[in-house]
């Protein structure tokens, strides 16, 4: 029995050697790589981007609400039509040629208007008379207190003996406070006699005398007289 591989060529056996070695260098290559982890660790990054790739896929979108019906507006309603305007009427146009056999007239100026006449001046109106003034009113009517009645029996003032035997005479001059009753208020001296027991008897003779009081427009009223009292040695 013959063996095929004497007849072989001396290439084919080399090539073979090369393939069964490359075969088992790539299972060498796996086994070390399964022992030293390389494996495990590729299997391991690729694994968790798949994951991730997944989680963060986009959630589907959702379906939009219906859009609400709009509300149902009236048509409008129609517009009267308005009427056309009238064409324009022919306007007149004036013929410069007159006609053969119209009348011809002499056109004269006419006279020019005549000048307004100018309005006459108008008098300035008259000052108002002044007013007069008001009437003062009139003076009250006064009546002065009075002594000199004959029926109010004033006696004179006593002389005082004493003055007469030393001398002493002169003239007083009292001012005496009337009042309505016609009784004195008030006594005193405006004009001295120049002796003091001259004037003393003076006041105390008319404190006790009466007067006709004095009156404004007939009304009695206090009043203020002048009473003179002489006394005069004989």
Do not use: C
């Not at 056999?101 to 006419?110: E, F, H, K, S, W």
Request: aromatic letters at 4%; a positive charge.
């Amino acid at each position: 029995m013959s063996n095929p591989d004497r007849f072989a060529k001396p290439g084919g056996v080399s090539r073979n050697a090369v393939i069964v070695g490359s075969v088992v260098a790539l299972h060498v290559a796996a086994l070390w790589a399964l022992q030293s982890g390389l494996l495990r660790r590729a299997v391991e990054v690729v694994v968790p981007a798949e994951l991730i790739s997944e989680f963060i896929a986009p959630p589907a979108p959702k379906a939009a609400p219906p859009a609400p019906p709009a509300p149902s507006v009236p048509p409008p309603a129609p517009r009267p039509k308005l009427a056309p305007p009238p064409p324009p009427a022919p306007l007149a146009i004036a013929d410069p040629t007159p006609a053969p056999n119209a009348p011809t007239g002499v056109t004269r100026p006419q006279p020019p208007a005549p000048l307004a006449e100018a309005p006459a001046p108008v008098a300035p109106p008259a000052p108002a008379a002044p007013l007069a003034p008001p009437a003062p009113p009139a003076p009250p009517r006064i009546e002065m207190p009075s002594s000199d009645a004959a029926y109010l029996n004033n006696p004179k003032p006593a002389y005082p003996a004493i003055s007469k035997r030393m001398g002493e005479q002169g003239k007083v001059v009292l001012r005496v406070l009337i009042g309505t009753d016609g009784l004195p208020q008030k006594v005193e001296i405006s004009q001295s006699s120049g002796f003091d027991r001259l004037d003393r008897q003076a006041q105390e003779a008319v404190m006790r005398w009466r007067f006709v009081p004095g009156k404004r427009n007939g009304i009695p009223e206090a009043m203020w007289n002048l009473v003179p009292v002489n006394f005069v040695l004989e």
